[in-house]
């Protein structure tokens, strides 16, 4: 890999198959890798977007934080850095009713009214930051760059053709009790 490491390297139960590693967390933090997702909406006539809209249905649903970072489409703003569950495309859709509750008519017009959240959430592990935003007639998509470190269970590869499955991330100087 070109990087100067020390790795312990644990046999499983004597076999060479799925070896374990043993890293360092500086090490895993060396073998971090760029990854870029894209979230995209559609808006037609069922589905709606933007800040107030979604706020006068939902006024509790996230906090004043975090609508801060959208515009008043409900999208949020290029060079923003995003958190786990922060929201990045505001919308609502109508809500679906079974087909035996509306012809027996028990619905009030409000009800029938009623919208359901249908909004993009950051769902990664790691803060990200939006790289572009993208507003067409028909919708829009946001791109999200994040720097993901090496996690357990991530498979290594060496020059020499070894090959294993991270399974401890110690603290540097430290020796795990137990490996999984």
Same mark, same amino acid.
């Given at each position: 890999?070109?990087?100067?490491?020390?790795?312990? @390297?644990?046999?499983?139960?004597?076999?060479?198959?799925?070896?374990?590693?043993?890293?360092?967390?500086?090490?895993?933090?060396? @073998?971090?890798?760029?990854?870029?997702?894209?979230?995209? &909406?559609?808006?037609?006539?069922? !589905?709606?977007?933007? @800040?107030?809209?979604?706020?006068?249905?939902?006024?509790?649903? %996230?906090?004043?934080?975090?609508?801060?970072?959208?515009?008043?489409?409900?999208?949020?703003?290029?060079?923003?850095? !995003?958190?786990?569950?922060?929201? @990045?495309?505001?919308?609502?859709?109508?809500?679906? %009713?079974?087909?035996?509750?509306? &012809?027996?008519?028990?619905?009030?017009?409000?009800?029938?009214?009623?919208?359901?959240?249908?909004?993009?959430?950051?769902?990664?592990?790691?803060?990200?930051?939006?790289?572009?935003?993208?507003?067409?007639?028909?919708?829009?998509?946001?791109?999200?760059?994040?720097?993901?470190?090496?996690?357990?269970?991530?498979?290594?590869?060496?020059?020499?053709? &070894?090959?294993?499955?991270?399974?401890?991330?110690?603290?540097?100087? &430290?020796?795990?009790?137990?490996?999984?």
């Amino acid at each position: 890999l070109g990087m100067n490491a020390r790795v312990g @390297l644990v046999p499983y139960k004597g076999y060479s198959f799925e070896d374990a590693l043993v890293i360092s967390k500086s090490f895993a933090n060396k @073998l971090s890798s760029d990854h870029s997702y894209t979230y995209g &909406q559609q808006f037609d006539h069922e !589905i709606k977007g933007g @800040l107030n809209h979604y706020k006068s249905l939902f006024p509790t649903q %996230f906090t004043k934080k975090q609508l801060e970072l959208l515009d008043e489409d409900g999208v949020i703003k290029p060079g923003v850095t !995003i958190h786990p569950n922060d929201p @990045l495309i505001l919308a609502t859709r109508p809500r679906v %009713f079974s087909s035996t509750t509306s &012809q027996l008519g028990k619905l009030s017009r409000a009800m029938k009214q009623s919208r359901h959240d249908s909004s993009k959430l950051w769902d990664g592990e790691n803060p990200g930051v939006v790289t572009d935003v993208a507003k067409t007639k028909k919708g829009v998509k946001v791109v999200i760059k994040t720097i993901n470190p090496t996690m357990i269970g991530d498979k290594v590869v060496f020059r020499s053709g &070894q090959k294993g499955v991270v399974s401890t991330i110690i603290d540097d100087g &430290q020796m795990p009790r137990t490996l999984d």
